[in-house]
Each structure stands twice: as structure tokens, then as C-alpha cells.
């Protein structure tokens, strides 16, 4: 079965500094990636998705990740946070083809301090 | 802009009552999911719709839960009789069928306070 590893549950990072979430998926063929954005008491919203094709992918708000298949990780990335960052960030698999479910990580809760 | 539609916001129950949620998925959209977030953790599937008929539902506690989408559009999950390991954020999240591409659009959600 498809599963998620987001090892670092809560992250602080100072307004401006880089910004690295790491999230590592156990699959047998190339998965379908995602990653989602909660803000508090909200629903999810796509940040962004790998299919195919080019391994680095722009998402909104400036984000990036990086599919490595030799290491099964798709981190998320971003230059330089912003406080409005301030949120938890979830990576997702989904099996391609026909009606799989998504699946999702336990989420990082990403503090951003001024 | 098209938004999954969720209600109510939030509920709060006293154990063994009934509760109920419902959903409107983003128009179109044939594939629909009710997904529970517990505190702390992140999103589980507990049933998946492929228009009016269940693709996966191999979570949803039957027993207690009970979810159906009749004419393919919008969609109840209910809970009866509710427990204390229940409360949680239920989300509802729909999905197009013209790309495989398991984007899920998702509503703000109903978060459940049983007591």
C-alpha cells in the first residue's frame, strides 16, 4: 500500500530565511505527488503537483518541489518565507490510473516568526 | 470561482446522538470524498464516490457511519450513534474525471465536537 513519511511534525523559521519540508513516499511505480496547504480551521488547498516530465515544479506562493525518484522525496521548498506562511503543510500520493485514493501525510505545522 | 460547499461548520453532539454533514462538490465534478481529520493528524478516507456509487469506502466504520451520494450530485455522511473518538474535522473534497490527475478541490469542512 501506498504511504506518506513526513518526518518533521512542527518547523519554526524566522521571516525571510529558506524554508526546506521534507516528505519521503513508499510506492512501487511513479506515484502522483502532491502538496496541500491547511491554514487553522480551514480546508485543504493545492500548493502543488507532480505527474510527469520535469522534476522541479513551481507551485503558488512561490513555492517549488522536487521529485527525487532515487530517494522517494518530493520536498517543498521555498526561498524565502513569508509570516502569512504561517500554516501545515501536507504531502500526498495518489496511484495513477483509474479511481485510487489520495493519500496523506501526518502534515508539518510550519511556524514562521517575524 | 466553484467551491465544494460544506455544512454546517461546526457541530457539537453528545455521545450516542445522531449527527449528520453534507456536502455539495465543485459542479461537474463526478468523483467526491469525505476524508476525517483527527487533531494532530492528517487527512483519512473514509468513503469515495464515483458519481452515486461507492469506489472505496474500506474505512468508514459501518457500523456507525453511513454516507451516500443518490443522485450523483451532493452528498450525506452520517453518524449514529455518535462517540467521543468521533470528534474531528470532517472534510468533503470533489474531483474532475477529465484528467487523471487526483487534484482534490476541498470545502472549509465541519468540525465535530462530541461531548
Known amino acids: 500500500a501506498q504511504s506518506v513519511t513526513q518526518p518533521d511534525i512542527h518547523i519554526t523559521v524566522s521571516e525571510g530565511a529558506s524554508l526546506e519540508l521534507r516528505c519521503n513516499y513508499s510506492y512501487g511505480a511513479t506515484p502522483y505527488l502532491f502538496w496541500y496547504v491547511q491554514s487553522p480551521g480551514q480546508g485543504l488547498q493545492l500548493l502543488l503537483k507532480?505527474?510527469?516530465?520535469?522534476?522541479l515544479v513551481q507551485g503558488i506562493k512561490g513555492f517549488e518541489a522536487e521529485f527525487k525518484r532515487s530517494q522517494s522525496s518530493f520536498n517543498l521548498r521555498k526561498p524565502s518565507v513569508q509570516w502569512s506562511d504561517t500554516a501545515e503543510y501536507f504531502c500526498?500520493?495518489?496511484?495513477?490510473?483509474?479511481?485510487?485514493?489520495?493519500?496523506f501525510g501526518i502534515g508539518t505545522k510550519l511556524q514562521v516568526i517575524p | 470561482e466553484a467551491e465544494v460547499a460544506q455544512s454546517p461548520r461546526y457541530k457539537i453532539t453528545e455521545k450516542s446522538q445522531a449527527v449528520a454533514f453534507w456536502c455539495d462538490p465543485i459542479s461537474g465534478h463526478a468523483t467526491l470524498y469525505w476524508y476525517r481529520q483527527i487533531l494532530g493528524q492528517g487527512p483519512e478516507l473514509l468513503v469515495q464516490f464515483q458519481d452515486e456509487s461507492v469506489v472505496d469506502d474500506s474505512q468508514l466504520p459501518k457500523d456507525r457511519f453511513s454516507a451516500e451520494r443518490l443522485k450523483g450530485v451532493d452528498s450525506t455522511l452520517k453518524i449514529q450513534p455518535a462517540e467521543l473518538g468521533d470528534s474531528a474535522m470532517y472534510l468533503c473534497?470533489?474531483?474532475?474525471?477529465?484528467?487523471?490527475?487526483?487534484?482534490?478541490?476541498f470545502g472549509e469542512g465541519s468540525r465535530l465536537t462530541v461531548l
Open positions: 473534497a470533489s474531483s474532475s474525471d477529465r484528467e487523471d490527475t487526483g487534484e482534490l478541490f
Open positions: 507532480y505527474f510527469s516530465g520535469d522534476t
Open positions: 500526498a500520493v495518489k496511484d495513477s490510473g483509474g479511481y485510487q485514493k489520495v493519500t
